[in-house]
Structure formats: C-alpha cells, structure tokens
T-cell receptor, first 122, second 114 residues
C-alpha cells in the first residue's frame, strides 16, 4: 500500500520569498514516481513537477523544485520567489509500479496526500 | 491544446436519476481514469482504462459504470444517483499507467445530488 502525508494544513508566505511544502511517503515499491499538483480556487488540478525514484538529481521546473530525499522518504516542494498567483491548494501524489493486466484496483493509480493550502501575502 | 475536456462543469440531480459525465482527451493517451474529490478524503480512484475496450475498477467503483469505445472518450455513468455521490469528479489521462507518467486532469465536474 502507498501513503502520502502532508503535515501542513496551511502555510503563509510573503510575496517574493521562498516556501517549502512538506511531503513524506511510504511505499514498498522499488520504482515509483512523485508528483506535485496545484489546485487554485477555480478547482482545476494543474501538474507542476515530477520526480522519479531512480532520478539522482532533484527535479526543477521554473520556480518549482523538488527536494527529494529518498532515504528519508520525503519529496518536498520548494517554490522560489512566491507570487500572489501561487495561492492555492497543493497536493503531493505518488504513482507506484504495477504490472498492466495484473488486475487489482491500483494500476496507474495516483495516491494523493491531504493537501496544503498556501497563502501568499503581498 | 484542449488537453482533457470534461462536461458538464456543474450538475444538480435528484436522488435516483441517472446521468453521464463526459470526458475527452486529444493527446492520444492510452490511460484514462476517473477520480472523485471529497473534503477530508482527498482524491479517490473510481475506474480506469488502459486502452479502448479495456476498463477496470478503482477503489470506489460502486454506483458507477464506465466504457471506453474510443481512445479519446471515457464517460462515467451514475446509474441511480445517491446523496453520497455528491462530489467533484475529475477525469485524468496519461500516456500509460506507468509510474513515471504524470496524469493530466480536466477541470472537474461539480455534482450535487438532492
């Protein structure tokens, strides 16, 4: 079974500052992917960044970077130079390894954490 | 780039009614899925499909039906709506179900069952 834990229900940051959103995970899979999604108040789910379990370097996408510490099973999202438009709910998610056609209820499933609401103050 | 398109965006139903939530993607993705998002429970997988003609149950399939006649379309049917199915429904797609494939989501359908 896979589990994602986001321990920060809400975070506040000043505009132009950096913020770290925490994510820890638990899985018995050797191969897995970690993802971050942004959900603004309008409701859509926006894919931000991906980190593979075998990737040696931390992923970066513009102002987003993923601080991946495999031994600690953590995949924290770092947003640099926060903007007012970054205010949203952020979800950490995991996709594990499963054989296609093996049946079960979990092939390709994304397991989500409970989310962190980020508020950026001007 | 349309990506994943869901219709309708909002819907109110009476208990016992049936309806179909539509989902279409134009990225030629093989894997498509439906999630529901409820407060305090995160997103939960309802059904998924690994290609045209192939569907399987997720973790909360009861009360829902799906089909996949084309690569592009993956409709979700509520057979007899119940208040417990009030939720926000998301359709998502990816190239495959592999662990290194990000899923891309539609804008969601907000469904209320009275």
């Amino acid at each position: 079974a896979q589990k994602i834990t986001q321990t920060q229900p809400g975070m506040f940051v000043q505009e132009k500052e950096a913020v770290t959103l925490d994510c820890t995970y638990d899985t018995s899979d050797q191969s897995y992917g970690l993802f971050w999604y942004k959900q603004p108040s309008s409701g859509e789910m926006i894919f931000l960044i991906y980190q593979g379990s075998y990737d040696e370097q931390n992923a970066t996408e513009g102002r987003y970077s993923l601080n991946f510490q495999k031994a600690r099973k953590s995949a924290n999202l770092v947003i640099s130079a926060s903007q007012l438009g970054d205010s949203a709910m952020y979800f950490c998610a995991m996709r594990g390894y499963a054989l296609e056609g093996a049946g079960g209820t979990s092939y390709g499933k994304l397991t989500f954490g409970q989310g962190t609401i980020l508020t950026v103050h001007p | 780039n349309a990506g994943v398109t869901q219709t309708p965006k909002f819907q109110v139903l009476k208990t016992g009614q049936s309806m179909t939530l539509q989902c279409a993607q134009d990225m030629n993705h093989e894997y498509m899925s439906w999630y529901r998002q409820d407060p305090g429970m995160g997103l939960r997988l309802i059904h998924y499909s690994v290609g045209a003609g192939i569907t399987d149950q997720g973790e909360v399939p009861n009360g829902y039906n799906v089909s996949r006649s084309t690569t592009e379309d993956f409709p979700l049917r509520l057979l007899s709506a119940a208040p417990s199915q009030t939720s926000v429904y998301f359709c998502a797609s990816s190239h495959t179900g592999g662990f290194n494939q990000p899923q891309h989501f539609g804008d969601g359908t907000r469904l209320s069952i009275l």
